[in-house]
């Protein structure tokens, strides 16, 4: 009973304290796995302990139980390792029943973060409507699209029709409608599922609204209609000035985790250059590196983390770039010695700088921007 007391408060309260279990010489266990006590008993008595991926649930709830916090920890992490797309959410559920809270929180953030291939599996289509809805609800799911989690609604409540549709309307108010596509709401308002219930009428007629009267969008602001962190794209922030010289470094800013962390690293230094996106990559044009004026050109592509080092300008100059429908145009700009009025095309199919009409005044380190095609 020392031993026993030694490594669990829950024993130390039964054996130490006035109740009648500490005076019986047997004492019967309710509620908690014989296979997983047995284990424990052990661990108190040689510090051992085997983990198996098919019992780490019931040892865990019987740690948890019998209040053994080094047990729990280990049996957290060992979970934590065997975080999958299929497995998740139930681990999620479970760490949430036992009081887990940072392997409930980690299984989340995992959830969260591999939301695409959550959904194709099938602890996904066996949630239960109050948990489905906190996911939906959520500003924190990684999907490139809202169009995304409508679909993976309509996925949910087809697998079991017949019970799913008295809380569709629940569900569907946590859709951002007026971010979906017009054309999937002109068919949401005809399609069986939504035509007969008032309520999922009054969403799809709001959502409708938003993209009939974009003049009134600004009144028509709710939850509804603001997009989720992971559609909204990332904040990168490139060279410039670190301490009196130019940086190489490239950081981004991630408004789901709310945190900037370095993605990568230039070759070489570079501050006072345009920056422009094309097809989601980001090119570096022109700038200086401290000493002189360059007419380098590099891209970034952020899924491979790589840099590809691309055909110069003709020029060298530090100035401001735009992109218009494709092309890159960098314009006018300094070369160190004097203001430009000339104006360079980057065609990313022909892989080529050209030459282009030139302004009328020589000017540099002016606003840039595309509108309307010109």
Known sequence: RLVLSSVSDYFAAMFTSDVCEAKQEEIKMEGIDPNALWDLVQFAYTGCL????????????????????????????????????????GIRAFADAQGCTELM??????TMENIMEVIRNQEFLLLPAEELHKLLASDDVNVPDEETIFHALMMWVKYDMQRRCNDLSMLLAYIRLPLLPPQILADLENHALFKDDLECQKLILEAMKYHLLPERRTLMQSPRTKPRKSTVGTLYAVGGMDNNKGATTIEKYDLRTNIWIQAGVMNGRRLQFGVAVIDDKLFVIGGRDGLKTLNTVECYNPKTKAWTVLPPMSTHRHGLVTVLEGPIYAVGGHDGWSYLNTVERWDPQSQQWTFVASMSIARSTVGVAALNGK
Do not use: G, R
């Open 50 to 89: 085997e983990l198996k991926e098919d019992t780490i649930e019931n040892l865990l709830a019987a740690a948890c139980l019998l209040q053994l916090p080094q047990v729990v920890e280990v049996c957290c992490h060992f979970l934590m390792k065997l975080l999958h797309p299929s497995n998740c959410l």
């Open 105 to 110: 929180k980690v299984a989340h953030n995992y």
